[in-house]
């Protein structure tokens, strides 16, 4: 079966309607990854997912990088880390896990249909994709049209090969693409430096918590994706009538103009 090139395992890291899906007022992330450590992260922060590596319900992360990323958004307190939406409620759809101790990834047929099910079956508003493939395969590009269309906002990370080659979803219309920036507000070395690249946020010289709870050290435009996400949660939180191309808007329009490059206003 061919696999997925997630961008955490290659670089060795690294219903809907016009208007958000809510529970219980806060707005619904997908969040495909490695999914979440329920000991890491507050359980009333998780909904019920599902683990299409696996085929269950089981949706525990075993590789850090998906709880890692669910720390920028929603925190840890365990690790010190202080979320930007620490009231979001995040559905974890695992794409790739380790299956006898090897990571396992899904293939981009079946990340076309996680995309689907993130807003058919979860109900979600925004899909954070902190992986890629650089495979565009019609299924996938399909998937991504399909979600716009019920309005949800897909952000992606843009790839971490710090070069122009293009990873799918980031590089589809209407994807909110992103790219990291250090503690300087300058692109990381590691970003991927196309024409896709919407936006820049923190992506080195952050902490995270790790699938213990520990404080975890990390770089990549996956963690900068989970700031965006964090972001566009707040402002739908703020005003739930606005549309993902609003929010989208939104985000870009009070981003931070630095070399040519737009920086994530947090």
């Keep these: 079966m061919k696999k997925i090139i997630l961008l955490l395992i290659v670089l060795l890291l690294f219903i809907c309607g016009c208007t958000p899906t809510e529970k219980n007022n806060e707005i619904i992330i997908a969040l495909l990854d490695t999914g979440i450590s329920s000991t890491a992260i507050k359980g009333e922060n998780i909904l019920g997912g599902w683990n299409y590596v696996t085929d269950n319900s089981d949706t525990e992360d075993r590789i850090n990088h998906g709880t890692a990323v669910t720390s920028v958004i929603v925190g840890c ?3 010190e880390v202080t979320g930007i939406s620490p009231t979001a409620h995040i559905v974890p759809l695992v794409v790739t896990d380790k299956v006898e101790g090897k990571a396992t990834a899904i293939s981009p047929e079946t990340l076309a249909k996680v995309i689907r099910d993130s807003v058919d079956k979860y109900g979600a508003s925004v899909i954070n994709v902190s992986l890629g493939t650089k ?4 299924e996938l590009r399909e998937a991504i049209e399909y ?3 019920k ?3 897909v952000i992606a990370a843009a790839g971490n090969s710090g070069d122009d080659e293009l990873y799918y979803p980031a590089a589809y219309d209407g994807v909110l ?3 990291s920036h250090d503690k300087d507000m300058e692109i990381s070395s590691f970003t991927q430096q196309n024409d896709t690249v919407d936006i820049l946020a923190p992506g080195e010289d952050i902490w995270l918590a790790s ?3 520990k404080t975890y050290g990390a770089r990549g435009t996956s963690y900068a994706t989970g700031f965006v996400t964090a972001k566009a949660v707040s402002l739908w939180e703020e005003n739930p009538k606005l549309s993902a191309k609003d929010i ?3 985000i870009l329009e009070d981003a931070l103009d630095v ?3 737009k920086i994530l206003n947090t």
């Design 177 to 179: 693409t992103v790219g």
């Design 259 to 261: 070399d040519d490059w």
């Design 151 to 153: 309005g949800a906002l």
């Design 248 to 250: 989208k808007k939104i």
């Design 147 to 149: 979600v716009q269309k």
């Design 135 to 138: 495979k565009d395969v019609p």
């Design 211 to 213: 699938r213990n709870g």
């Design 77 to 79: 307190e365990s690790a």
